[in-house]
């Protein structure tokens, strides 16, 4: 159903892996988000505006985070997996079998300009 939303949402407009005109993000955002809207579009004058930042912190709050064990290094956490190259693997190898394997490779790039 996701995918459906976010097709019809896209409308063919993304043809590859550049980025698309700031305009067309957003009417496909507006696109998405009124599709998922229970109201078609159409938000009641007497509902209250959603706090996304709230709710992110609530989620936040919800981790046990005194529970995960202190490496006592001082530095990073090293986390389990890494999920850009676990995302990489699993959606971007789906879409596009052909180019997906030179994203590893941007991705190391990327961390090391951060870095």
């Known amino acids: 159903m996701a995918r459906d ?4 949402a896209i409308g ?3 043809h590859g892996w550049t980025g698309p005109e700031t305009a067309v993000v957003d009417d496909v955002a507006e696109q998405l988000a009124l599709s998922l809207q229970p ?4 938000t009641p004058a007497h509902a209250p505006a959603q706090d996304h930042v709230r709710r992110w912190l609530a989620v936040r709050e919800s981790v046990p985070w005194h529970e995960i064990a202190d490496s006592g ?3 990073p956490v090293v986390p389990l997996r890494d999920g850009a190259a676990h995302d990489i ?3 971007d190898g789906a879409i596009d079998p052909a180019q997906a394997p030179g994203l590893p490779d941007a991705l190391e790039l990327l961390r090391a300009d951060a870095a």
């Open 5 to 8: 939303l976010v097709d019809e």
């Open 12 to 14: 063919g407009r993304f």
């Open 39 to 42: 109201t078609g579009g159409r």
């Open 73 to 75: 290094t001082g530095g």
């Open 89 to 91: 693997r699993a959606f």
